[in-house]
């Protein structure tokens, strides 16, 4: 809190009076009343910020990944492939599988299998003179294998019978395209390819995350306390029904009880991936 206090003068001011004032009645009356922090060296973890930087770059790439396959971020995916120059594990794993809504992340060195790549020239540069047959060549081409040459050597050879023909990065048109199940994005030296394939039981827990997050909605928008037990009612969906007779939501926003029908101090309509149903909340 004190070292927050100059960012965020109110919250920090908050904080301390519910958690050191409250209790301690000599300390400072404000915080910002009380000595900044003074920086203990020996817990800088220059390891762990290194680590920490990997994962907001691997989730960051992973969004992305998600909103390229139109994967919204409640529904829960099964694997992402990760390439990069650090392999993590334990509660780094942990961090990137909660944030990204992933059940299995593996790191792997080869990640050109989820993604491909199309040719075309650069008519400003090639010139029309070999414009038919360079098109040709390049849409024969095997996109990984001719990205790798270019990669490597930095040009593609052709012979057109007058000659080789070279063509650099300069000179061509790439288009990435995506293996089919697969979504891949890349930043300099991360690479992420994430799962989009949906099973039944997946869509199943995309449907549950969402309604839960619906009728978390409801509790703020109906005023109840945090701690307030609710009963819960839906209506008019047999999908969603056969949904919430199949798995328990009661634990997660406190209910007592989940009920068919109308009802509630409050009730609304919502469309759940596609799904109208009526929810209605009431405190007990």
């Not at 001011?13 to 910002?32: F, G, W």
């Not at 792997?108 to 491909?116: H, L, Y």
């Not at 979504?183 to 995309?206: K, N």
Request: a negative charge; glycine letters at 8%.
């Amino acid at each position: 809190a004190k070292a927050a206090a100059p960012m965020v003068p109110f919250l920090a001011e908050a904080i301390y009076q519910n958690l050191v004032r409250s209790i301690d009645k000599t300390a400072p009356e404000s915080i910002h009343l009380c000595d900044f922090p003074t920086v203990e060296e020996k817990w800088i973890d220059k390891e762990l910020e290194s680590k920490m930087d990997e994962i907001i770059r691997i989730v960051e790439l992973g969004r992305a990944a998600r909103n390229g396959a139109n994967r919204k971020n409640r529904q829960p995916l099964a694997e992402m492939y990760v390439k990069a120059d650090k392999d993590l594990d334990g509660f780094y794993m942990d961090i990137i599988r909660e944030e990204l809504n992933i059940k299995e992340v593996i790191f792997t060195k080869e990640v050109e299998g989820f993604v491909s790549y199309n040719f075309k020239p650069q008519l400003k540069t090639v010139g029309p003179k070999y414009g038919k047959q360079i098109r040709e060549a390049l849409a024969g081409l095997d996109g990984r294998a001719a990205k790798a040459i270019l990669d490597s050597e930095g040009k593609l050879s052709f012979d057109f019978g007058e000659g080789p023909v070279e063509l650099t990065a300069d000179d061509l048109l790439i288009e990435t395209t995506q293996r089919e199940g697969f979504y891949t994005v890349s930043d300099r030296d991360i690479t992420v390819a994430i799962d989009t394939v949906l099973t039944p039981a997946l869509i199943e827990e995309g449907f549950m995350r969402e309604i839960i997050s619906k009728v978390q909605t409801m509790r703020k928008e109906a005023d109840f306390n945090v701690t307030d037990r609710i009963r819960v009612y839906y209506d008019g969906n047999a999908r969603i029904a056969e949904i919430l007779a199949a798995n328990d939501i009661k634990g997660d926003v406190l209910a007592v009880e989940v009920v068919a029908g109308k009802g509630g101090e409050l009730s609304k309509e919502w469309n759940i991936n596609g799904e109208k149903v009526t929810l209605g909340v009431a405190r007990v």
